[in-house]
């Protein structure tokens, strides 16, 4: 989410062009509500939170735009996720103001959204309110005529004026007042507006444009990213710090395609050291594993608290790749860590992952008051409370928590710099960070380097019983298909680097879920959203969102993932039919490349392509991997076709700023170099088969699809691929074919050949 240097202090947008940093904001204990709007109905948790203000809000839809028509109303829209810091403030702030409530129901048709349900509502009004205002967030606040026209917009505004801004209070009474005296003006600016909006927001191929020259795109991203590198602590800011897997997995395929240069050692050590500095600091949950959305600070040490689906899919993803690479097993623990987080705390006992967890939570069960960060930090008392045995073998009076404390760093009066601390919310607190290595600390305390991992392993397993006994953060178990399709992806990669067979079948259970409760077979169709129950069922919205573009591609990714890691063909039956469904529903026939949502939405004033590498890749980015994956399994060139114009469409964002779109420049060199085709001809039981296997998933080859040819020429792979069928196994061992546009090696019996194939 939206990040500035302080911990949760958004940039805040307001109609004067005046900037400020917002105040904090309590949040009291649940009481019985006196009010009850529309969202009582909706499935949202977000929408929920809002469902007994004062305010009389409407979901987004057709009842609220003809109310707004009929009643010749402005709409106040207000857009925000149930684990939004500013987006609790201000709803304790003037959401629950029964005054304010008042004046925004007299003089508006008041809208909420959840923009993780709707990206693509969220998508159009913040691309306004960034464009107006050079700067967003969430909350974000907008004003639109009874036509949906923006014409007005910020992020958070405090309750009353301040000093140096304009309360939210004299906002909605001075637009008001415009409508009244000025309405013809006003209709006419957001007519003007939307043309300007839709001018500047249009991506498409311009005249004969072919794909940008991949050895140019990767050498610019490169250097661009080699220039915002943080040599000491990783990472590419100062502050505040996100993890962009994205980043990483550009560094290590162009690794990958320059492993004997100067500068494929140094992608390769920019991405394994920013993984590690990130594992180590506290943005890594050292005690409920997992991590943090971003860190405050250039040492990855206080973080912004929530955690989210989309990183941990990612993340797990990243750090499976890096052990694949390193071998070292620091890499493999990470993936577990993060893995066992995501089994143990957002999973839905159907098989689909929830979506995030609050930053925010009352410190004890009495406090009346959330904070956050409460259910993570601890004073020096409390650990040495937890931790006072004496540890033998050690310098004489040592104990646990002596050891403990020294390696995370803890300090008697805390160890959070005010700076990151702007409401004192973590006074005296610690952020568990890992100061020392297991050597060093070892030799503090005169101990065996051999025994530390055991004693801050019980360290960490008994602050993790005394935490359970904390109120938990909010959980929002709304299911998303595009982030259930990030934590496939992560859960099969790393079921084959890590060779855990039960990280395979997690994968498929979730994906499982995804066709039964997030796809319509009749139509073929995904949906957006499920949601858990109060009986813990699976529940669906009177009228289901329809799937968008990052919903399609991140599943069809994941489905590619999970063949590879199962070698089941029904997930590749399902992706090259959810990819046919894409191109139906997305693809811009005149300007190339995809729309973020489909054209059926007569509500959504702009249809927009994202161009954008962020906390998850554009979906255009990603798209282009997935359509070379599904020409190599289907045959169907015309996906190829579509992935260079995809690239020619982003060309001049390619070649000028790929740092914007590290996936998508990654994507060219996939482009470029022409996906190997890796086919294993064996019984997929045999012991030969699987080592063969084996070989293929030790390797980091960003240009590689798998496949198994498992001699059953009435399964869908042999009847998408007519030459599978000539290739036979020599001397009736396991074989393997490495094929480029369907023209093959010579066949291969041993996996060190193998290996040397895969690695030039």
């Known amino acids: 989410m939206l990040a500035a240097p302080l911990r949760r202090v958004r940039r805040c947008v307001f109609l004067t062009g005046s900037m400020t940093m917002a105040t904090g904001g309590k949040t009291s204990p649940p009481s019985v509500p006196r009010h009850a709007n529309r969202l009582v109905n909706e499935k949202s948790p977000y929408l929920l939170q809002h469902a007994h203000n004062p305010v009389d809000w409407y979901p987004w839809g057709q009842e609220a735009f003809d109310k707004a028509k009929k009643e010749n109303k402005l709409i106040f829209l207000s857009v925000g996720y149930s684990t939004c810091h500013w987006c609790h403030v201000m709803e304790e702030e003037s959401f629950k103001n029964e005054e304010i409530g008042e004046i925004m129901n007299k003089n508006y048709v008041c809208i909420k959204v959840d923009r993780e349900e709707r990206p693509d509502v969220d998508k159009v009004y913040m691309t306004f309110v960034q464009a107006t205002s050079g700067g967003g967030g969430w909350p974000m606040s907008v004003w639109l005529t009874p036509d949906l026209k923006p014409f007005a917009g910020g992020t958070y505004f405090p309750p009353e004026d301040g000093v140096h801004r304009v309360g939210f209070r004299t906002v909605l009474l001075r637009i008001a007042e415009q409508w009244k005296e000025n309405k013809d003006a006003l209709l006419e600016n957001s007519q003007k507006i939307l043309e300007a909006l839709l001018h500047v927001s249009e991506i498409r191929v311009q005249g004969q444009e072919s794909p940008p020259p991949s050895k140019e795109v990767m050498a610019t991203c490169f250097q661009q990213l080699s220039n ?38 140094q992608a390769l050590q920019m991405a394994l050291h920013t993984l590690k500095m990130m594992a180590h600091g506290g943005i890594h949950d050292h005690v409920g594993q997992g991590f943090h959305r971003y860190s405050t600070d250039q040492h990855w040490h206080v973080p ?11 993340l797990a993803a990243a750090y499976s790749r890096a052990f694949q690479i390193s071998g070292d097993r620091f890499f493999a623990d990470v993936v577990q860590d993060i893995l ?66 020294h390696h995370y760093g803890v300090k008697e009066t805390g160890n959070v710099s005010p700076l990151q601390d702007p409401h004192q919310e973590l006074k005296g ?20 380097p051999g025994r530390l991992g055991a004693l801050l392993r019980e360290g960490r397993q008994r602050l993790s019983a005394a935490r359970a006994q904390r109120p938990r953060p909010h959980l929002d178990t709304k ?9 496939i992806s992560g859960f099969a990669q790393a079921g084959v680097a890590l060779g855990e067979q039960e990280y395979v079948s997690r994968a498929a259970r979730a994906a499982a879920f995804l066709r039964r409760h997030l796809f319509d077979p009749a139509s073929g169709r995904l949906l957006r959203s499920c949601y858990r129950g109060e009986d813990d069922s699976v529940e669906q919205s009177a009228v289901p969102i329809q799937g968008f573009l990052e919903d399609y591609v991140f599943v069809i990714q994941a489905l590619f993932d999970l063949y590879e890691a199962s070698l089941e063909q029904g997930w590749l039956e399902w992706a090259l039919q959810l990819q046919h469904m894409q191109d139906k529903l997305f693809w811009d026939p005149k300007g190339f490349a995809y729309f973020s949502s489909g054209a059926d939405d007569p509500s959504l004033l702009l249809r927009l392509k994202n161009d954008q590498d962020g906390a998850e890749p554009a979906a255009n980015s990603v798209t282009v991997t997935n359509l070379l994956r599904a020409a190599c399994y289907s045959g169907h060139t015309e996906w190829v076709e579509k992935a260079g114009q995809i690239l020619a469409a982003f060309s001049e964002r390619l070649q ?7 996936e998508m420049a990654r994507a060219t060199a996939v482009f470029h170099h022409t996906l190997k085709q890796v086919v294993i001809c064996g019984d997929p039981r045999g012991e030969d088969t699987k080592e063969m296997l084996r070989c293929v998933h030790s390797v980091f080859s ?13 399964g869908f792979l042999y009847r998408q691929l007519p030459f599978l069928a000539s290739l036979e196994r020599k001397d009736g061992k396991a074989t393997a074919y490495v094929c480029s546009n369907f023209a093959c090696s010579l066949p291969v019996t041993s996996p060190q050949e193998l290996r040397g194939m895969l690695c030039p």
């Open 340 to 405: 066992l987080y995501v089994s143990r705390d957002l999973s839905d006992q159907a098989g689909g992952f929830y979506s995030a967890e609050d930053a925010d939570s009352y410190p004890t069960t009495a406090s009346g008051e959330k904070r956050e960060g409460a259910f993570c930090v601890w004073a020096a008392e409390e650990i040495r409370a937890l931790l006072p045995d004496p540890v033998e073998g050690a310098t004489e009076g040592t104990t646990l928590g002596d050891i403990f404390m």
């Open 304 to 314: 912004h608290f929530e955690k989210m689906l989309y990183d941990q899919g990612q």
């Open 702 to 714: 960003p240009n590689k699809v798998l496949m198994l040819a498992d001699g059953d020429s009435a």
């Open 228 to 265: 915002s590198y943080d040599e000491d602590y990783g990472g590419f800011s100062k502050s505040p710090k996100f993890p962009t897997p994205v980043n990483l997995n550009f560094l290590f395929t162009y690794w990958a395609l320059h492993r004997t240069t100067p500068e494929g050692a």
């Open 656 to 662: 000028k700023i790929p740092i914007a779109l590290p």
């Open 479 to 487: 299911m998303l298909a595009a982030w259930n399709g990030l934590m």
């Open 429 to 448: 607190k610690n952020v568990l960070i890992v100061r020392y290595s297991p050597e060093l600390t070892a030799a503090r305390f005169g101990l065996e």
